[in-house]
């Protein structure tokens, strides 16, 4: 069958680099894609959020499954648009409807849900100008550090963890009265900071049953020892060793049961991946966040090592099926860094050339991310432009072959962290 894909990041290329692989997959499109993309189907140049042209492009090319990566559409509706369009409707498409998908879209939303089906997470209050002043009284007698979320989505900078009261008060102000994140910032959720390790859990559901994904790390600051500004991402590893079988049924039993029984209480109609953001506090776990898609760079270790046939899995998912999957993986460990354009997450140039992406090493995988071909050279175009991933018996050993690969790419002013999965590698190998 066609397939079409939406996204363009290292998490399109390493969905597309599976997709391409399952024998029910014929022609696949990507909308829009990136240069790596393009060597496994076909680009489409359609904004993400036209529907109307995605819903075209569907029907011109026969396409019966869709693949939405990124949240952006989600949270807009492009499952209801798609399920409610005479033309669309025998189409699977894979993804929450927007009412589900504001579990990521509103964090007042996904902190009501948590409440309400008793799932762990950090006490909080929400605000907005009609009752600005409680605000501000909330701020002076929390404990700090106070943690602030805009209500929205906000590019991944709407949570600020807040080390004073001044500081509290002036992001307080900055989103309610100045509209510091526009609309999303106009209701803004105060919450308790939790202190403890991060990690994610990704499950793949019908809005009755799930499977449950490999777990994930990713590292969100630039600098090396999580040091610096926050990325949408500059790395990740599976498995993580702490996850236990103790940890994984605390974390099964407290917050994904509940939650997949909260989308039926709810008839919130849910067909796709959620991605759940944990804080690992005392060995209990706490939700920081849901995600109604895969993360990235996540993806790009918990797809590599997930060895079932994915169309096969979303066509299941689709028919509400998802109790008849059984999951398998590798029991390699995955490390993946990124590479950046220098300056990112700041300001960076882009068009830069690329050397050495064609190169093919055994237990390794190249991914772009932000890469487009220019006068038939391949040029980066975004702040993270490609991803080495690597397998290995254990962390350290694939993160030593991943860096070994990034060694081998280059572009003019290239950045990345060689510590990806530091706390995991006894003898660090790369001693600062
Ligand atoms: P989010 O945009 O919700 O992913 O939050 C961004 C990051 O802020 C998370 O990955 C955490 O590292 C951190 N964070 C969010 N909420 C909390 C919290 N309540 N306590 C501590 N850290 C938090
Ligand atoms: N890596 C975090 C995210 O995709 O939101």
């Keep these: 069958m066609n397939i079409l894909l939406i996204g363009a990041g290292g998490r ?3 969905l597309a680099w599976k997709l391409t692989q399952s024998s ?26 036209n529907f109307e042209k995605l819903a075209d492009a569907c029907i011109q090319e026969d396409i019966k499954l869709v693949f939405v990566g990124p949240e952006e559409p989600l949270v807009k509706g492009i499952v209801d648009y798609f399920n409610k369009n005479e033309k ?32 762990p997470t950090a006490a909080y209050q929400e605000f907005t100008a009609d009752n600005f002043k409680e605000g501000v009284d909330y701020i002076q007698q929390h404990s700090l550090p106070v943690v602030l979320k805009a209500d929205g989505l906000a590019a991944g900078k709407g949570v600020m963890i807040c080390q004073s009261y001044l500081e509290a008060q002036a992001e307080f102000d900055l989103m309610i009265l100045r509209s510091k994140f526009g609309e999303a910032g106009k209701r803004v959720v105060i919450e308790d900071f939790l202190s403890g390790i991060e990690m994610s859990v990704f499950v793949l559901t019908d809005g009755i049953s799930y499977v449950m994904l490999p777990e994930a790390k990713d590292y ?30 605390k974390v099964i039993e407290k917050i994904i049961e509940p939650t997949i029984k909260g989308l039926q209480q709810d008839n919130m109609d849910y067909k796709g991946f959620l991605f759940i953001g944990l804080m690992i506090k005392e060995n209990e776990p706490f939700v920081i966040e849901y995600n109604c898609r895969l993360g990235d760079p996540e993806t790009e270790v918990v797809i590599p090592r997930l060895t079932n046939d994915l169309v096969n899995m979303l066509l299941l998912t689709a028919q509400s099926r998802v109790n008849e999957i059984e ?35 055994d237990e390794c995988m190249l991914f772009h991310a932000g890469t487009e071909v220019k006068d038939d050279e391949i040029v980066s175009n975004s702040g993270r432009v490609f991803v080495s991933v690597a397998f290995g018996s254990d962390i350290k050993d694939a993160s030593e072959l991943a860096d070994y690969q990034m060694q081998q790419v280059y572009f ?8 990806i999965g530091y706390e995991f590698i006894k003898e660090n190998i790369f001693p600062k």
């Design 12 to 14: 399109e290329h390493t």
């Design 24 to 49: 029910q997959c014929e022609k696949l499109f990507i909308a829009p894609g990136n240069a790596g993309t393009a060597r496994l189907g076909t680009n489409l140049e359609i904004d993400i959020t």
């Design 88 to 119: 669309t409707k025998h189409i699977h498409i894979i993804g929450p409807t927007a009412r589900s998908a504001a579990l990521e879209g509103s964090k007042s939303f996904a902190k009501d849900f948590m409440k309400k089906h008793n799932i």
């Design 220 to 249: 969100k600051r630039i600098g090396e020892g999580d040091t610096g500004l926050n990325t949408g991402g500059m790395g990740a590893v599976s498995p993580l060793p702490f996850f236990d079988a103790i940890l994984e049924k």
């Design 327 to 361: 999951i398998e993986i590798d029991a390699r460990s995955a490390v993946a860094i990124v590479a950046v354009s220098g300056g990112y997450p700041a300001e960076y140039k882009k068009g830069k050339s690329i050397q050495g992406l064609d190169i093919s090493l």
């Design 412 to 419: 003019e002013d290239m950045k990345y962290r060689r510590d």
